[in-house]
């Protein structure tokens, strides 16, 4: 079965940094392409980064553009988000999941890692 298991949350000031890992098992990695969601208190799940199954090619919400990488290690089965210069707005449960453009694709989903960006 699909597993996916988000980490490396955590408490950090505005316009600090922080690198999230999703580690997949499952299914065939490198078959897929793969996107970062959040969820803050009292709103949808949305879409936050993209990448290809290569990592060739990436796209971002508006909203973190500039300043969030994604990027995968197709050896390790695992995909990453920097974030950088990060905002209160930032704020929420980060998830990982396959992606068909924006859409999540696997109805299997991780507990999430918890991002809080607060002074």
């Known amino acids: 079965q699909v597993q996916l298991v988000e980490s490396g949350g955590g408490l950090v000031q505005p316009g600090g940094s922080l690198r999230l890992s999703c580690a997949a098992s499952?299914?065939?990695?490198?078959?897929?392409?793969m996107s970062w969601y959040r969820q803050a208190p009292g709103k949808e799940r949305e879409f936050v980064a993209f990448v290809s199954e290569s990592g060739v090619v990436t796209y971002y919400a508006d909203s973190v553009k500039g300043r969030f990488t994604i990027s995968r290690d197709n050896a390790k089965n695992t995909v990453y988000l920097q974030m950088n210069s990060l905002k209160p707005e930032d704020s929420a449960i980060y998830y990982c999941?396959?992606?068909?453009?924006?859409?999540?694709?696997?109805?299997?989903w991780g507990q999430g890692t918890q991002v809080t960006v607060s002074s």
């Open positions: 999941n396959g992606a068909s453009g924006r859409a999540a694709i696997f109805d299997s």
């Open positions: 499952g299914f065939t990695f490198s078959s897929y392409a």
